[in-house]
């Protein structure tokens, strides 16, 4: 355990030093980049990816991938706009949308759970899907004629700061994910039956229960992050957030989350999250195209997951010959 | 070890029989697709008429050239239990570098087409290098040299869009073309299903990726080189998509660095639909290509019967999960069905 913990904390290391190191590049290139309004325009910038993130790093640690997270922010808004042409009070809106975000959820619980379908292959068919019903409900039309109270709070900030409002969600949903993943026995079991996951049903985890309601709770949160994607654009759109989920599972693979399951720290994956942001800002700052971040970003997700395999090869071969040297000595 | 007397006698009989078991399974998606597939045809062409004409099917064909292309790709590298998701932006760069090859250097076709399989087959080849070598999930290296190559096109391309006035007509003619009333570019397509079908079906290399997906280790023990036909196989499905990039610069003509954007999730779907399982193993590129038409049939369907558009997509996706569910019911039966015969023969 302590061993992958080192490996874990090496690699978090990493991106943490990667994040000052984005600091610095923004700092010595502009003097824009250290004022209250960038750093707005920072967190503005990754907040859906952030909050999204939060639960997708649980169902990666359970073994399990949610690729339809994006489709669901677009369902999100574009029923958001449907039912807002259609008279609904935005108190009303707004619980509705997260519980039909649940459901979504729910779908894609029940056919990995039951039917015991892959969850790659299964969200990226919901992916198609909820997006598709997205493009039915409101067409490629754009409904932006919201109250300027929600409008307002979505790109607004928090109390004086330069803190956007939608970030303090994120904030709390962080804590609560991270006590939840590393501090309760739920959370334990989500690393047990990511690590193996029969050795955990035999242990007595309720695998099945667990990963439907983690399912559950991303379709949940994915729908909160379309409100507030909504709210943040202040345009309802079928397309809103195409492209997202790729985002965010860069994001959760750079935080030392392991693809495979059973391994990985939501701090890591908040530090990720702010890399990206820095990373964006920094590079839009400084006039590099949108093309580079694209390169940049794969680049940073290939490191991710290369990195600790290549250390991992780079160890056993030293373990070999080290073990081959003392071997020889032994025999002479 | 009394059976080993009995062993002898019987096994050949039950082995052939347990063989057409399978092979009647595998065989029954191809036929249940075309089988759909013409349902389908009959079903829209009653409601109207005019979706059976000779144009109307040719599009079809035409639309689909492209996307069945990626899938009988994508076969090679899902039959291996792995996930090729870059095809959409190997497509793209593909496409672009066919449109400067002959906008600046004037290159003959032949060369094109040579140069652009090359060029995606080189960006297979990494994917490749990094899935076998490193061991890494293909879904992830796939997912991040999808945004690293489209990156690299978007930074090539500058904003610029290539035009079909600045490509030579005789390959702008090879979009329309046609060989005694069949279009030419779905004709490439059916070639190269065929001459990677027969690999796939009958070559000994071919059979080695099927064992690889259904058993990585018991292939590895028993002296496949997985990490050289795992790497073969993400240089193959690159190779193809890099051509589907210079048929889709014939067919389309104007070219920029969104070519082929998302249509890797198409591939996907295609390739599901049509029998291929996504844990590998199983699965032919027939399969997948009837997958492409079936889906691209469906398109065109909504578009004849005035359907709301917007429909597809969601069509699309249902129908890949419950191609999904279908399979794994096979899968279940399948499995059931090989114990209960290798129960009797003990």
Redesign the interface.
Known sequence: MSDLKTRLARWETVTVFLLIGAIIYGTSTSEDFFTGGNLNSILSDIVEIAIIALPLTLIIVAAEIDLSVASVVGLTSALIGYLWNHGWAMEMIIPAVIVAGAVAGAINGVLVTRLGLPSLAVTIGTLGLYRGLAYVILGDTAVADFPSQFTDWGFGTFAGTQIPNPFIVFVVLAVVFGIVLHRTGIGRSIFAMGANEEAAHFSGVRVKRIKFWLFVVTGAVAALAGVIYTFRFASARADNAVGLELSVVAVVLLGGVSIFGGRGHLLGVICAVLLLGTLRNALTINDVSAEVLTIVTGSLLLLSVLGPSVAARIRGALRTTKSREEGNVQVQ | MSTTASAPATPPAQHDEGRSFIDTVVRAREVSLIGVLALLVLGVSIAEPRFLNAQNLRDILLNVTIVALLAVGQTIVVVTRN?DLSVGSILGITAFATGVMFADHNLPIGVVFVGGILFGAFFGAINGA?VAF????S???T?????????????WAHGRQINAADMPDSFLDLGTAQVAGFPVLPLITVAVMILVGTVLGRARMGRELYAIGSNPDAANLAGIRVTRRVLGAFVASGAIAGLAGVLYAARFGTLD?AAGN?IE?AA??AV?VGGVA??GGSGTVYGAALGALLLATIRSSLVNLQV?P?????????L??AA??LD?LLALRMARELRRRASHRV
Do not use: C, H
């Open positions: 996930i990094m490193a061991k890494v999930p879904l992830v290296i997912l991040g040299t999808l945004y690293v190559i489209r990156g690299i096109d978007y930074a660095a998302g999730l996907v779907s599901v996504i844990f709301n917007f429909w597809e997509q969601a069509i699309n996706g249902t890949l999960l999904i569910a794994r």
